[in-house]
């Protein structure tokens, strides 16, 4: 009895912070410009043979699709988008709207470092052929390069932050598919 007069509070509560933020369009794939601000990076970089691609669909989502291979020590394709002010914030929340393989992806987050290989980065699970969305803070996105955690280096700086990207290094070889509708930020109204 206790725990259920617990729940109700709790609900309206996290009901009540969802609904304190706005959504504000960061991403679309509307416009016929929309493939042009997009490139595929593939392990093709160290040696490896992983073909990621994308395109922009006739229902205008980004869809990405190839198929990972861990040959010559290969494991990740990735679609990221080429540099662009994205006008995130501190408190900010990434989130995206899509249809996976129920593989978990990676979204990455873009930075001006100098550092090799260098993004922040957080997992981007997926349910087989169903649109779900998936909310990320900012706060929550981990530092890394080349796929590993990057020590001493604190929360992502929004003023840094010079694009965003999808990744597939689950370490499964083989075909993957992927379509995202939407990306927006979930902002404090102020």
Do not use: C
């Not at 490139?39 to 970089?45: I, Y």
């Not at 980065?121 to 649109?131: G, M, N, V």
């Amino acid at each position: 009895m206790h725990a259920t007069s617990l729940l109700l509070p709790l609900t309206v509560f996290l009901m009540q912070a969802v609904a304190d933020k706005l959504l504000l369009p960061l991403l679309d794939f509307t416009g016929p410009a929309a493939a042009e601000k997009w490139q595929a990076v593939n392990d093709g970089v160290m040696g490896g043979v992983s073909d990621g691609r994308f395109r922009i669909t006739e229902d205008k989502t980004l869809e990405f699709f190839g198929t990972l291979s861990l040959e010559n020590n290969g494991g990740f394709a990735s679609v990221r988008t080429k540099p662009t002010d994205l006008g995130i914030e501190a408190g900010d929340a990434v989130v995206v709207r899509l249809k996976g393989d129920g593989r978990e992806y990676v979204l990455n987050v873009y930075t001006t470092s100098r550092r090799m290989a260098f993004s922040y980065r957080a997992p981007l699970p997926t349910t087989k052929d169903e649109w779900t969305e998936v909310t990320i803070p900012l706060a929550d996105f981990i530092p890394t390069a080349f796929g590993r955690r990057v020590h001493g280096l604190g929360p992502v700086q929004p003023d840094q932050i010079n694009g965003l990207g999808f990744m597939l290094s689950d370490k499964k070889p083989g075909e993957f598919r992927m379509q995202v509708e939407w990306v927006k930020v979930a902002r404090a109204e102020k």
